[in-house]
């Protein structure tokens, strides 16, 4: 199984060790197509010697390629958004995971969309939860 992860990069990168320990639980179920977006020496400013049209294409081929979007949704993020829209104008599955502890308000474009399985979650093992049964969903298809 390939699995999109989608998490903040130019929204702001606060919870990027947080992204690093969902993909790293992604991992046990299938590829991680997207596990640089865990990685903490990523900065606001994304990669540097990569151009931007570079990072969009790719991205957009991996969104195509995968069997399913994983997204931490808390941190907004333009992008994220953007490919959760594509995601599901392609039909593809779509778990977004949100804190509701952090303060933020969801985009409504995210809780008043249907075709979007919203989770709210607190701790690590609540997402850890969450996507394992998301995970068994897809097995079901
Ligand atoms: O608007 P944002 O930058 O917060 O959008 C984040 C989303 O853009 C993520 O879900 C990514 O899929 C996508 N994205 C992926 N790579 C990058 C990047 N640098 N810079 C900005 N956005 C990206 C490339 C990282 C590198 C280590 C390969």
Known sequence: MKIYFAGSIRGGREDANLYMSLIDDIKRYGTVLTEHIGDATLSAQGEQTVDDTFIYTRDMDWVRES???IAEVTTA???VGYELGQAESMG?????LYRPQSGKRLSAMLSGNVYMKIK???TLDEAKDIIKDFISTLNNL
């Open 67 to 69: 069997d399913a979007i």
């Open 77 to 79: 993020s333009l992008g």
């Open 92 to 96: 593809k599955p779509i778990l977004c």
């Open 120 to 122: 709210h979650y607190n």
